[in-house]
């Protein structure tokens, strides 16, 4: 019996639509025909009673009267897997109409109808149609639900029910309840789901079988997410996000594309908040350039940026199809939120300072965004030339074309490994702040001034996507040593402090930001694998799913990194932004260094650059030998050749 009703449900489900249409106006028509019949049995109190001849003639000018105005009311279209409370008042509306029908066909025919019987017959009829509706919903979603995953909702407001309604409709996760982070609305009820207290958060993922937990708090909310986060990680469940608000009024994403935790949920701390009506002054109506617009760095201002509404923006990249992608992405942001803001994209390179002035004049700019820069510690300290040209050289080249052309302000992006550098990349960044400092004595009429943050999280070459893709790979998460810290933030605070600074400069500033405290790697590490619902394979635990793996540490690398040179940094009008007091050189002694670097990196000379980076008041101290691959290979070889002896002499 059960597996011949299991075939007839099958059956009934597969029926082409116009045949399941066909179905539901039959059904309807049974359904009026036993209610009018139960009204007046009911009002007489006769189960025996049989209409008379006009009461069947009223009785079938009811039934179609009423199926006309299901028809017109759209009762038919609705799909009945999805009805809801606007079906109800459809279905409400036509038993009404259903119900005065019956009054005037009655007095049409001359049918005898009581003053009850449309009454009755009304909540009869209601009682049927939306019942059998709702009961054969209920039967859809039950047989449809046993294969989704269990899911448990964190938070209560409009986002969180937003994404409970849209998981009820979709076809991957069932909600099981609530979760508040307001203790008092513990054992309350939300569209009829349990809510729990954010304190019976494991007993609820124990009690409900949850297979997963969505975070779907409002973004002002007051609760620290770095808190929450923590909380969270020892549930052995995945914990994923929904998109914030933002990204759901401009129709990036839709509430129930729920992703891995925000890279800003591991920082541990709570999102540094921009002074928006500072940068929105300096930025207005200016001719703004950014170079390395295609970086991770780079897009994100350009991001930010166009949304401040300049009057255009220059991007100088030299990587054509992150160029490409970024001039995309800004031109289809433009024409989305109205801005009106003219887009120019500009290949070409920082070192090239004839270039540079060119495109600042021609355009007017007014205030440049300097992040182009190599970066990555390793291939900057396999390939020194090259990373000492993009980052010193090019800062030089750049800035001076900003002089010449009378540039407002002019912004470099740093980093935190300029101060006291074990490794060519911070060295040469620390040797682009002095450059800057330096100029900034020189002359007054450009104010230059240097941003300095820690690593950002989701830039290329971070260790967050590199972590995500080797859990999901099953491991091993590689972590070069079990003390290394790092001080981070997210691209779009980095971006804002750049940001921030460009409007507070005065002339030679160096501005840092107060990122908290220092996360440890392999902490960062095991909080990923524990959000990602895994556990760590180690030698108490042999059965755990991802092991992580101690390499060494690379060549440049520190522990630790440092934001401050000096002591005693002065406070700035953001609360978290300070500014570093710091030594620089004068001009003259400046520039005779940039000559002999330059003339080092011409003849390809790795042993003369790291003198110069060592003998400067960088604070460069490597902790290992010259790691130039090129440099190195060619000290191995016992005897130079005359193509390379050319090569050398070769101007870059």
């Given at each position: 019996?059960?597996?011949?009703f299991?075939?007839?449900?099958?059956?009934?489900?597969?029926?082409?639509?116009?045949?399941?249409?066909?179905?539901?106006?039959?059904?309807?028509?049974?359904?009026v025909?036993?209610?009018?019949?139960?009204?007046?049995?009911?009002?007489?109190?006769?189960?025996?009673?049989?209409?008379?001849?006009?009461?069947?003639?009223?009785f079938?000018?009811?039934?179609c009267?009423?199926?006309?105005?299901?028809?017109?009311l759209?009762?038919?279209?609705a799909?009945?897997?999805?009805?809801?409370?606007?079906?109800?008042?459809?279905?409400?509306?036509?038993?009404?109409?259903?119900?005065?029908?019956?009054?005037?066909?009655?007095?049409?025919?001359?049918a005898?109808?009581?003053?009850?019987?449309?009454?009755i017959?009304?909540?009869?009829?209601?009682?049927?149609?939306?019942g059998?509706?709702?009961?054969?919903r209920?039967?859809?979603?039950?047989?449809?639900?046993k294969?989704k995953?269990?899911?448990?909702?964190?938070?209560?407001?409009?986002?969180?029910?937003?994404?409970?309604?849209?998981?009820?409709?979709?076809?991957?996760?069932?909600?099981?309840?609530?979760?508040?982070?307001?203790?008092?609305?513990?054992?309350?009820q939300?569209?009829?789901?349990?809510?729990?207290?954010?304190?019976?958060i494991?007993?609820?993922?124990?009690?409900?079988?949850?297979?997963?937990?969505?975070?779907?708090?409002?973004?002002?909310?007051?609760?620290?997410?770095?808190?929450?986060?923590?909380?969270?990680?020892?549930?052995?469940?995945?914990?994923?996000?929904?998109?914030?608000?933002?990204?759901?009024v401009a129709?990036?994403?839709?509430?129930?594309d729920?992703?891995?935790?925000?890279?800003?949920?591991l920082?541990g701390?709570?999102?540094?908040?921009?002074?928006?009506?500072?940068?929105?002054?300096?930025i207005?109506?200016?001719?703004?350039m950014?170079?390395?617009?295609?970086?991770?760095?780079?897009?994100?201002?350009?991001?930010q940026?166009?949304?401040?509404?300049?009057a255009?923006?220059?991007?100088?990249?030299?990587?054509?199809f992150?160029?490409?992608?970024?001039?995309?992405?800004?031109?289809?942001?433009?024409?989305?939120?109205?801005?009106?803001?003219?887009?120019?994209?500009?290949?070409?390179?920082?070192?090239?300072?004839?270039?540079?002035e060119?495109?600042?004049?021609?355009f007017?700019?007014?205030i440049?965004?300097?992040?182009?820069?190599y970066?990555?510690?390793?291939?900057?300290?396999?390939?020194?030339?090259?990373?000492?040209?993009?980052n010193?050289?090019?800062?030089?080249?750049?800035?001076?074309?900003?002089?010449?052309?009378?540039?407002?302000?002019?912004?470099?992006?740093?980093?935190?490994?300029?101060?006291r550098?074990?490794?060519?990349?911070?060295?040469?960044?620390?040797?682009?702040?002095l450059?800057?400092?330096?100029?900034?004595?020189?002359?007054?009429?450009?104010?230059?001034?240097?941003?300095?943050?820690?690593?950002?999280?989701?830039?290329?070459?971070?260790?967050?996507?590199?972590?995500?893709?080797q859990?999901?790979?099953?491991?091993?998460?590689?972590?070069?040593?079990?003390?290394?810290?790092?001080?981070?933030?997210?691209?779009p605070?980095?971006?804002?402090?750049?940001l921030?600074?460009?409007?507070?400069?005065?002339?030679?500033?160096?501005f840092?930001?107060?990122?908290?405290?220092?996360?440890?790697?392999?902490?960062?590490?095991?909080?990923?694998?524990?959000?990602m619902?895994?556990?760590?394979?180690t030698?108490?635990?042999p059965?755990?799913?991802?092991?992580?793996?101690?390499?060494?540490?690379?060549?440049?690398?520190?522990?630790?990194?440092e934001?401050?040179i000096?002591?005693s940094?002065?406070?700035?009008?953001?609360?978290r932004?300070?500014?570093?007091?710091?030594?620089?050189?004068?001009?003259?002694?400046?520039?005779?260094?940039?000559?002999a670097?330059?003339s080092?990196?011409?003849?390809?000379?790795?042993?003369?650059?790291?003198?110069?980076?060592?003998?400067?008041p960088t604070?460069?101290q490597?902790?290992?030998?010259l790691?130039?691959?090129?440099?190195?290979?060619?000290?191995?070889?016992p005897?130079?050749t005359?193509m390379?002896?050319?090569v050398?002499?070769?101007?870059i």
């Open positions: 019996m059960k597996g011949l299991s075939r007839l449900k099958q059956w009934l489900f597969e029926l082409p639509r116009p045949y399941k249409r066909l179905v539901s106006v039959v059904s309807d028509l049974f359904f025909s036993l209610a009018l019949w139960s009204s007046y049995a009911l009002r007489f109190e006769d189960l025996s009673w049989l209409p008379d001849g006009r009461q069947y003639l009223a079938a000018a009811t039934a009267i009423t199926i006309f105005a299901f028809i017109r759209g009762l038919y279209r799909v009945i897997r999805y009805i809801g409370e606007k079906v109800l008042m459809v279905m409400l509306l036509g038993v009404v109409i259903s119900a005065m029908s019956l009054v005037f066909t009655g007095y049409g025919f001359r005898m109808v009581p003053r009850s019987v449309p009454v017959y009304g909540a009869l009829l209601f009682v049927l149609i939306a059998s509706r709702f009961s054969v209920a039967l859809i979603n039950r047989s449809r639900e294969t995953g269990r899911v448990l909702i964190v938070g209560t407001g409009p986002k969180a029910l937003q994404l409970h309604h849209a998981l009820l409709q979709g076809t991957e996760y069932r909600p099981m309840g609530f979760v508040s982070l307001d203790g008092q609305k513990h054992k309350t939300i569209s009829g789901m349990q809510v729990y207290g954010v304190g019976h494991r007993k609820a993922v124990r009690e409900q079988g949850v297979q997963r937990v969505f975070l779907a708090l409002e973004d002002d909310g007051p609760i620290s997410r770095g808190k929450l986060i923590t909380s969270l990680e020892e549930l052995s469940v995945p914990v994923q996000t929904v998109p914030s608000m933002s990204e759901l129709g990036q994403a839709r509430i129930n729920v992703r891995d935790l925000d890279i800003a949920d920082l701390r709570d999102p540094v908040k921009p002074n928006d009506a500072v940068v929105a002054s300096s207005d109506n200016k001719v703004v950014i170079t390395g617009a295609g970086g991770s760095i780079g897009s994100e201002l350009c991001r940026i166009i949304r401040n509404r300049p255009s923006i220059v991007m100088l990249e030299q990587s054509e992150a160029l490409y992608d970024i001039d995309r992405e800004l031109r289809s942001i433009n024409q989305v939120e109205h801005l009106g803001v003219d887009i120019y994209p500009l290949l070409g390179s920082v070192v090239h300072r004839r270039r540079n060119a495109i600042m004049r021609s007017g700019v007014h440049v965004y300097h992040a182009a820069a970066k990555h510690v390793p291939l900057v300290e396999h390939n020194v030339v090259e990373g000492v040209q993009n010193v050289i090019g800062t030089w080249r750049c800035a001076e074309a900003a002089v010449a052309a009378s540039v407002e302000r002019f912004v470099l992006v740093s980093t935190d490994k300029a101060v550098p074990t490794n060519i990349m911070g060295g040469s960044k620390r040797l682009a702040e450059v800057l400092q330096g100029m900034a004595q020189r002359q007054t009429d450009t104010v230059f001034s240097m941003v300095r943050f820690g690593n950002v999280l989701g830039s290329s070459g971070s260790v967050v996507p590199l972590f995500r893709d859990i999901r790979d099953g491991g091993p998460v590689t972590v070069t040593h079990p003390e290394i810290t790092r001080y981070f933030m997210t691209i605070e980095a971006s804002q402090l750049v921030q600074a460009g409007a507070m400069g005065k002339g030679g500033d160096v840092v930001l107060d990122m908290g405290e220092p996360v440890k790697i392999s902490s960062l590490a095991r909080k990923m694998v524990r959000l619902g895994l556990t760590e394979k030698e108490a635990n059965h755990g799913d991802v092991a992580i793996v101690f390499t060494g540490l690379r060549p440049g690398e520190k522990l630790y990194e934001l401050l000096g002591d940094p002065m406070a700035t009008v953001h609360p932004i300070m500014m570093a007091r710091e030594h620089a050189l004068p001009w003259p002694d400046m520039k005779s260094l940039l000559e670097l330059e080092a990196s011409q003849r390809f000379d790795c042993d003369k650059i790291v003198q110069i980076l060592h003998s400067a604070g460069y490597p902790n290992g030998a790691e130039d691959t090129l440099w190195c290979r060619r000290a191995l070889e005897e130079e005359t390379q002896a050319n050398r002499r070769l101007p």
